[in-house]
């Protein structure tokens, strides 16, 4: 299935972050085929590069190590990953990684990855992070969501106001 190359993709969803990546021989098993579980890491790297695009922490200046967790901080907890396989990916091709925020809830929320070969969806990979600390879902903080929707001014809602969505998985068991 090939779908365009461009900033929107995928009914209408943009994605502002878009990367090329080399599949290693490290990736790959004897057929030369990308093993599956490497695709959850292509999706780490992508998230990893749109937090540093959004000017997240630790990107946004080294937190101290010594100093204690900020309850009012993101501590991000992965509730699920899923992929959804289309095509493989081979040693040495060039992929491209194109990420984004694609719902913000209350305390959660969902990234998308895309691995594409010449315009060619290979894998989407869709990652739900939960906000938590001591064991306790609590809200994104504010300044997260200023940030996803600087990069993203098409998550906010008509009125300007971040939508606060619900869905499964929204608060850890």
Do not use: I, K
Not at 11 to 21: E, K, N, R, V, W
Not at 138 to 154: E, I, K, T, W
């Amino acid at each position: 299935m090939t779908e365009p190359v461009s900033g929107t993709l995928h009914g209408g969803a943009t994605y502002p972050l878009s990367f090329p990546l080399r599949v290693r021989w490290t990736e790959v098993d004897p057929q030369g085929v990308v093993f599956n579980g490497h695709y959850l890491m292509y999706a780490d790297l992508c998230t990893t590069e749109y937090f540093r695009a959004a000017g997240l922490a630790p990107w946004g200046g080294l937190p101290d190590p010594a100093a204690p967790h900020d309850p009012q901080g993101l501590d991000q907890y992965v509730v699920r990953a899923t992929a959804e396989y289309r095509a493989s990916a081979r040693f040495d091709d060039l992929l491209t990684l194109r990420g984004r925020v694609s719902r913000l809830g209350n305390s959660s929320f969902v990234f998308e990855c895309r691995v594409e070969r010449d315009g060619e969806l290979l894998c989407t990979v869709e990652v739900v992070s939960v906000n938590a600390h001591a064991g306790r879902s609590r809200p994104l903080p504010a300044s997260f969501r200023a940030a996803v929707l600087a990069l993203q001014p098409d998550l906010a809602a008509p009125d300007g106001s971040a939508p606060a969505l619900s869905f499964q998985g929204d608060s850890p068991a």
